[in-house]
């Protein structure tokens, strides 16, 4: 067996990297086999497999019909319907091509792009794979949020067709999407030419003649449709995923088709040791990034059955996952700590009462693994705990432990060591010099090329792409993590938080920007400033401190709440429940610096009852103490 260190280097060295991916690279079927396979000429854009020719649907779905066409594909169990159904491969394939043919119906093509904007049904998955099938570029926004959220993702991908439904369910209680996608599609200056609507029977829907269309109307047509996969380059982009930034507008993370096919396929045995016919099930959500690779495309195209979950992990009870675990025998679960956190406030017999023998290890990404969470939940399951860090932008992990190349030990508070493909750094953030001794704080950076599967640039925007990212180090082209980063004399990572602005509540990443703009539109708030603060249950929460105009408003504290009432369902209605701040706290002035720089740094320290660190160039140290006072009250 080659050691993970061998297997490391050669995947990043550029005398050997070629050789590394070309054997990476068969894990998928091709329709042109690539000979080139990693164009770096133009840095810091990366063409992986640049001359191949595959679908990623293909992958996914008909190249199993040969050996596993009746095997399990998709579980599709809600909690919330009380509905399970299981769709073998065969079933599959048929579903994605009706979906296909209905897309065509409207015009889709190659490049087009496709909104999905639905809760987790079956649907979701059948239009993600006939967007893929087609070789149009699917944009998911994920369910939780609502229609200023959506209107600008509208906007910047310009679907031709928008896939949604009439609502989603959470705890037993429906949630329309329909009069938000109307909301948002009344606020955006794009319009699509179609509307496609999954009709659950949860809540009314108007639909717009001409323009909105019924699935199940529409599938009665298109019953014995044939759609062959359309082959798309290599470096033809797969989909595009939004994610928070320092500034208000979310990036388009766009991807291609041939990396993200083989990095994720190669990552299954790799990184996950699975085999064919085995079932995965990852609590995501297909709005994410972790729903995208590991519960949808990761899982289809090793040919394993993959698991789609609808509903929160305690209702009925806090046994309901590992019920399925039992009922089908699933060998690879992966969730975020977060979820396990809302479990341990459960008594673990829930756990025990079921058969877990199939169960090989538990996967948590998202967010840092604190000790006790880890502890609880690998005494409950007595299986290995396996941590894994990674974002939006890569599409699958770059630390964690590669035991499907070389069994390895985990270390507490650690995901693991730099994942094959990836060079990481530890840079000095002032100076970009690269801090090679163990135990250096630094910020953590990947050496391009990135490695097949991350993100090739922001859509539309490839200037952004490189700004961002890639220019943040001073005097290097490197990709920047935005995390702090040490690492250990073995060579294992520790991730202690992130550089900019974004926080991460529940192992969702928000951005401040966008939630103080959300509530900037009060006409009654003058000034905003949200920080994350720590939490135990979600990791992070959102906290706001904001300046009303005329301080009557919030004059006593039964006005206070008033407000804060008022902000919260403001962020609700623009941007969702998961960017709801936790507190709104009314001040008189926030805390800046001299040249007028918010110091979000020392609000959030006050907030965490920590020391706020050098305060000497602030403006007016009273604004602090406010604060303090305040949350001490
Ligand atoms: P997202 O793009 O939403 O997946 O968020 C990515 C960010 O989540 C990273 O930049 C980290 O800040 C954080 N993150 C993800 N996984 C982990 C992990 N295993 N440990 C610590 N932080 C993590």
Same mark, same amino acid.
């Given at each position: 067996m080659v050691s993970f260190a061998e297997f490391h280097q050669r995947s990043i060295d550029p005398a050997t990297r070629d050789a590394f991916w070309t054997e990476q690279a068969r894990w998928v079927d091709w329709a042109q086999a690539p000979q080139q396979i990693c164009d770096y000429s133009n840095p810091p854009f990366a063409r992986w497999f640049a001359d191949g020719r595959l679908n990623l649907c293909h992958n996914a779905v008909d190249r199993h019909l040969a050996d596993r066409a009746e095997q399990a594909a998709l579980i599709a169990v809600s909690t919330e319907t009380e509905t399970e159904k299981t769709y073998s491969y065969r079933e599959l394939h048929t579903e994605v091509q009706r979906m296909a043919a209905v897309l065509q119906s409207f015009g889709v093509e190659k490049g087009d792009r496709v909104q999905i904007y639905m809760p987790m049904v079956a649907e979701a998955v059948f239009a993600m794979l006939a967007c893929a099938r087609l070789g149009a570029i699917h944009s998911v926004v994920f369910g939780g949020f609502a229609a200023v959220s959506l209107a600008s993702r509208i906007e910047d991908a310009q679907p031709k067709v928008i896939v949604s439904a009439d609502a989603g369910s959470r705890g037993g209680r429906v949630v329309p999407y329909k009069p938000l996608l109307d909301e948002a599609l009344g606020l955006s200056a794009h319009k699509p030419q179609a509307v496609l609507l999954v009709n659950r029977g949860l809540a009314k829907m108007d639909l717009r003649a001409g323009r909105d269309h019924l699935w199940g109307d529409l599938r009665a047509r298109y019953m014995d449709a044939q759609v062959p996969c359309t082959w798309v380059q290599s470096t033809d982009p797969s989909y595009i995923l939004y994610t928070s930034g320092t500034t208000g507008k979310p990036k388009g993370v766009q991807r291609d088709t041939g990396g993200y096919t083989v990095a994720l396929a190669a990552s299954m @045995?790799? =990184?996950?040791g699975t085999q064919p016919g085995q079932t995965f099930f990852c609590t995501s959500d297909i709005g994410w990034v972790v729903g995208h690779s590991y519960i949808v495309y990761g899982p289809l195209i090793a040919g394993m059955a993959t698991i789609l979950y609808e509903g929160l992990p305690i209702r009925p009870d806090a046994g309901v996952w590992w019920s399925l675990v039992e009922k089908y025998r699933v060998t690879h679960m992966f969730s975020a700590p977060t979820a396990v956190r809302v479990l341990k406030k459960h008594d673990a017999a829930f756990l025990r009462q079921y058969d877990l023998s199939s169960l090989q290890a538990l996967w948590l990404a998202g967010e840092p693994l604190d000790e006790p969470t880890a502890q609880w939940i690998s005494e409950a399951l007595q299986v290995p705990i396996i941590d894994n860090y990674w974002q939006t932008e890569t599409g699958? /992990? =770059? +630390? %964690? &432990?590669c035991n499907g190349v070389q069994p390895q030990v985990s270390r507490f508070g650690s995901p693991g060591k730099a994942v094959y493909g990836y060079n990481v750094q530890l840079l000095d953030d002032k100076t970009g010099e690269e801090l090679t001794e163990p135990d250096h704080k630094g910020v953590l950076a990947i050496e391009g090329p +990135? /490695? /097949?599967?991350? *993100?090739?640039? !922001?859509w539309g925007d490839d200037a952004r792409f490189v700004k961002t990212?890639?220019? $943040? =180090? @001073?005097g290097k082209l490197v990709y920047s993590t935005f995390d702090w980063g040490i690492r250990d004399a073995d060579g294992y990572y520790f991730i202690l938080g992130r550089t900019d602005d974004v926080i991460n509540v529940a192992g969702h990443r928000l951005g401040t920007r966008e939630i103080e703009e959300s509530i900037a539109a009060h006409p009654d708030i003058a000034e905003v400033a949200v920080v994350g603060v720590a939490d135990n249950l979600k990791g992070q929460v959102a906290m706001a401190f904001a300046v009303v105009r005329d301080a009557g408003k919030v004059a006593d504290a039964a006005a206070q709440a008033r407000m804060e009432a008022e902000v919260m369902k403001l962020v609700d209605s623009q &941007?969702?429940? !998961?960017?709801?701040? $936790?507190r709104v706290v009314f001040v008189s002035a926030l805390p800046k610096t001299r040249s007028g720089k918010l110091l979000r740094r020392a609000l959030q320290a006050v907030a965490e009852r920590r020391d706020p660190g050098? +305060? %000497?160039? *602030?403006?007016? /140290?009273t604004a602090l103490a406010q604060v303090k006072q305040l949350l001490d009250a």
């Open positions: @045995p790799h =990184i996950f699958w /992990p =770059i +630390l %964690t &432990l +990135l /490695p /097949p599967g991350c *993100m090739q640039t !922001v990212y890639w220019q $943040s =180090i @001073p &941007l969702g429940a !998961v960017a709801r701040p $936790s050098d +305060l %000497t160039t *602030m403006e007016d /140290p």
